[in-house]
Structure formats: C-alpha cells, structure tokens
C-alpha cells in the first residue's frame, strides 16, 4: 500500500487560530482490527487494492482525540493521524 499523496510533501502546521484543536489530549489505539475499524469510522471500504490504513477521530468540546492503526504501522500514517488532530478534516 502506498500513502496518500497528502502525506508525500512536507507542511506548515496551522497557526494555533485556524487549528480544530489548540492542545488536544491524544489517545493512542492499536487494534488487531484496525483496518476493519477505520473502515467504519471513515466511510473508506476495504478493497483488494485499498484500506484505511490509520484513523483519528476528535471531540473538540473535550478537546480529545483519538488515533487508531492496526498493529502493524508507519510513521508517516502516526503523523498524519496526528496532524488530523490539530487541523480537522484538512483534506476532505
């Protein structure tokens, strides 16, 4: 599986004014079902060539979130769940 093109260039975090969430309290999930599970929360099916490969979810009232990945992972999804965290949905 490759990333996703988002993930292939380098970029400036917002300014903490434009962020969803300024200081999110981050949750880390590691699931054996971590494809299965991002499939639901995102709405991406799971096909021979495609899956989510990681998910973030947030509560901004609670300023939570929450990153889930399958047991096996790369840096460059952490980091992009991460960034969801921050930003939102930024490339949706």
């Given amino acids: 599986m490759r990333p996703p093109q988002v993930d292939m260039a380098r970029f400036v975090p917002a ?38 490969m990681a998910c973030a979810f947030w509560n901004v009232r609670r300023r939570e ?5 399958p047991t096996v992972t790369g840096y460059n999804y952490l980091g992009h769940e991460l960034r969801h965290c921050f930003e939102g949905a930024f490339h949706d």
Avoid at 16 to 39: F, N, Q
């Fill in 15 to 52: 300014p903490e004014s434009k962020r969803v969430i300024v200081r999110p309290k981050l949750k880390y999930l590691v699931r054996t079902d971590g494809y299965e599970y991002c499939a639901r929360i995102t709405g991406i099916k799971i096909t021979p060539i495609s899956r989510p």
């Fill in 65 to 69: 979130c929450t990153i889930v990945t």
